[in-house]
Protein backbone atom coordinates (compact mmCIF):
# COMPACT_ATOMS: atom_id res chain seq x y z
CA UNK A 1 0.00 0.00 0.00
CA UNK A 2 1.01 3.39 -1.08
CA UNK A 3 1.67 5.65 2.04
CA UNK A 4 0.15 8.81 0.80
CA UNK A 5 2.33 11.94 1.56
CA UNK A 6 1.21 13.61 5.46
CA UNK A 7 0.39 17.79 4.68
CA UNK A 8 1.87 19.97 7.23
CA UNK A 9 -0.65 22.22 8.82
CA UNK A 10 1.35 25.73 10.34
CA UNK A 11 -0.85 28.03 12.06
CA UNK A 12 -0.15 31.94 12.06
CA UNK A 13 -1.02 33.96 14.80
CA UNK A 14 -0.74 37.88 14.82
CA UNK A 15 -2.53 41.43 15.16
CA UNK A 16 -6.07 41.97 13.93
CA UNK A 17 -6.67 45.05 12.99
CA UNK A 18 -4.01 47.22 14.19
CA UNK A 19 -1.08 45.21 13.05
CA UNK A 20 1.57 47.15 12.00
CA UNK A 21 2.67 47.91 8.11
CA UNK A 22 5.83 46.01 9.02
CA UNK A 23 3.88 43.37 10.44
CA UNK A 24 1.29 42.95 7.35
CA UNK A 25 4.41 42.91 5.06
CA UNK A 26 5.34 39.99 6.96
CA UNK A 27 2.81 37.82 7.49
CA UNK A 28 2.01 38.23 3.44
CA UNK A 29 5.51 36.68 2.71
CA UNK A 30 4.81 34.06 5.49
CA UNK A 31 1.84 32.76 3.75
CA UNK A 32 3.81 32.66 0.18
CA UNK A 33 6.28 31.01 1.69
CA UNK A 34 3.88 28.36 3.71
CA UNK A 35 2.11 27.96 0.20
CA UNK A 36 5.09 27.17 -1.66
CA UNK A 37 6.22 24.35 0.40
CA UNK A 38 3.14 22.65 -0.18
CA UNK A 39 2.19 23.11 3.28
CA UNK A 40 -1.90 24.23 4.93
CA UNK A 41 -1.91 27.43 6.72
CA UNK A 42 -4.78 27.93 9.14
CA UNK A 43 -5.52 31.15 10.98
CA UNK A 44 -8.13 33.00 12.80
CA UNK A 45 -9.89 33.94 9.70
CA UNK A 46 -10.10 37.92 9.88
CA UNK A 47 -8.54 40.90 9.46
CA UNK A 48 -4.81 42.09 9.73
CA UNK A 49 -2.09 39.47 9.83
CA UNK A 50 -4.82 36.74 9.50
CA UNK A 51 -6.10 38.66 6.19
CA UNK A 52 -2.75 39.21 4.91
CA UNK A 53 -0.90 35.83 5.52
CA UNK A 54 -4.24 34.47 3.73
CA UNK A 55 -3.74 36.71 1.46
CA UNK A 56 -0.07 35.68 0.43
CA UNK A 57 -0.91 31.70 0.20
CA UNK A 58 -3.69 32.73 -2.19
CA UNK A 59 -1.51 34.49 -4.24
CA UNK A 60 0.26 31.00 -4.35
CA UNK A 61 -2.53 29.10 -4.93
CA UNK A 62 -2.61 27.57 -1.30
CA UNK A 63 -4.55 26.28 1.19
CA UNK A 64 -6.13 28.40 3.79
CA UNK A 65 -8.72 27.32 6.72
CA UNK A 66 -10.14 30.21 8.52
CA UNK A 67 -11.28 29.39 12.30
CA UNK A 68 -13.86 32.17 12.99
CA UNK A 69 -14.51 33.35 16.36
CA UNK A 70 -18.10 34.56 15.32
CA UNK A 71 -21.26 32.88 13.91
CA UNK A 72 -21.16 33.45 10.09
CA UNK A 73 -18.80 32.51 7.55
CA UNK A 74 -19.37 35.58 6.12
CA UNK A 75 -17.09 37.21 8.73
CA UNK A 76 -14.10 35.53 6.36
CA UNK A 77 -11.62 37.62 5.21
CA UNK A 78 -11.82 36.88 0.89
CA UNK A 79 -8.79 34.75 1.12
CA UNK A 80 -9.71 32.18 3.50
CA UNK A 81 -10.82 28.96 1.30
CA UNK A 82 -12.65 26.99 3.99
CA UNK A 83 -14.46 29.27 7.26
CA UNK A 84 -15.10 27.23 10.37
CA UNK A 85 -17.70 29.06 12.29
CA UNK A 86 -17.15 28.45 15.97
CA UNK A 87 -19.85 30.81 17.41
CA UNK A 88 -16.75 30.69 20.54
CA UNK A 89 -15.08 34.41 20.37
CA UNK A 90 -11.57 34.44 21.73
CA UNK A 91 -11.93 30.59 22.89
CA UNK A 92 -11.51 29.11 19.28
CA UNK A 93 -7.76 30.42 19.47
CA UNK A 94 -6.79 27.06 21.29
CA UNK A 95 -8.54 25.98 18.34
CA UNK A 96 -6.57 27.69 15.83
CA UNK A 97 -2.99 26.68 17.65
CA UNK A 98 -4.60 22.77 18.70
CA UNK A 99 -5.27 22.68 14.51
CA UNK A 100 -1.90 22.40 13.51
CA UNK A 101 1.91 21.09 14.17
CA UNK A 102 3.40 24.30 14.20
CA UNK A 103 2.75 27.88 14.99
CA UNK A 104 4.29 30.76 13.63
CA UNK A 105 3.79 34.50 15.95
CA UNK A 106 4.21 37.55 13.62
CA UNK A 107 3.09 40.92 15.98
CA UNK A 108 0.55 40.65 18.07
CA UNK A 109 -1.55 41.75 21.29
CA UNK A 110 -2.67 39.77 24.11
CA UNK A 111 -4.75 37.61 21.58
CA UNK A 112 -1.78 36.26 20.18
CA UNK A 113 -0.27 35.87 24.17
CA UNK A 114 -2.94 33.52 24.70
CA UNK A 115 -2.52 31.88 21.54
CA UNK A 116 1.33 31.36 22.45
CA UNK A 117 0.73 30.51 25.75
CA UNK A 118 -1.75 27.45 24.13
CA UNK A 119 1.10 25.92 22.33
CA UNK A 120 3.17 26.20 24.96
CA UNK A 121 0.86 24.30 27.26
CA UNK A 122 0.16 21.40 24.21
CA UNK A 123 4.11 21.23 23.58
CA UNK A 124 3.28 22.47 20.05
CA UNK A 125 6.48 24.55 18.31
CA UNK A 126 6.46 27.98 18.01
CA UNK A 127 8.66 30.47 15.96
CA UNK A 128 8.51 34.09 16.41
CA UNK A 129 8.42 37.13 14.12
CA UNK A 130 8.56 40.31 15.69
CA UNK A 131 6.26 38.96 18.63
CA UNK A 132 6.12 38.59 22.76
CA UNK A 133 9.13 37.95 24.38
CA UNK A 134 8.56 35.62 27.67
CA UNK A 135 10.21 36.04 30.15
CA UNK A 136 10.51 33.04 32.70
CA UNK A 137 10.62 33.74 36.49
CA UNK A 138 14.17 33.49 36.83
CA UNK A 139 14.53 36.80 34.63
CA UNK A 140 15.52 35.21 31.25
CA UNK A 141 14.08 35.33 27.98
CA UNK A 142 12.28 31.77 27.63
CA UNK A 143 14.26 29.84 24.81
CA UNK A 144 10.77 27.72 24.42
CA UNK A 145 10.16 30.21 21.45
CA UNK A 146 12.08 30.21 18.34
CA UNK A 147 12.95 33.50 17.36
CA UNK A 148 13.66 34.57 13.78
CA UNK A 149 14.49 38.15 11.81
CA UNK A 150 12.63 37.12 9.03
CA UNK A 151 10.13 35.74 6.81
CA UNK A 152 12.42 32.97 5.55
CA UNK A 153 13.97 32.07 8.46
CA UNK A 154 9.97 31.67 10.30
CA UNK A 155 8.89 29.16 7.64
CA UNK A 156 12.09 27.13 7.12
CA UNK A 157 12.56 26.83 11.11
CA UNK A 158 7.99 26.14 10.64
CA UNK A 159 8.93 23.42 8.34
CA UNK A 160 11.52 22.24 10.03
CA UNK A 161 9.95 22.09 13.53
CA UNK A 162 6.46 20.65 12.55
CA UNK A 163 8.64 17.53 10.88
CA UNK A 164 10.30 16.75 14.25
CA UNK A 165 7.14 17.51 15.89
CA UNK A 166 4.83 15.32 14.07
CA UNK A 167 4.98 11.93 15.67
CA UNK A 168 1.71 10.00 17.18
CA UNK A 169 1.07 10.63 20.73
CA UNK A 170 -0.09 8.25 23.05
CA UNK A 171 -1.71 10.49 25.51
CA UNK A 172 -2.62 14.47 25.07
CA UNK A 173 -0.79 17.42 26.70
CA UNK A 174 -3.00 19.87 28.75
CA UNK A 175 -2.36 22.84 29.94
Keep these: MIKKKEKIFISV ?3 DKEASPDALKNAEEVGKLIAKAGAVLICGGL ?3 MEAVARGAKSENGLTIGILPGGKREEANPYIDI ?4 GLGYA ?9 QVVIAVDGKY ?26 SEGKVDQTINYVRT ?7 ALELAKEAYKPRSREKGI
Design 13 to 15: IGG
Design 47 to 49: KGV
Design 83 to 86: PIVT
Design 92 to 100: RNKLVVKSS
Design 111 to 136: GTLSEIAFALGYGIPIVGLNTWQLIN
Design 151 to 157: PEEAVKT
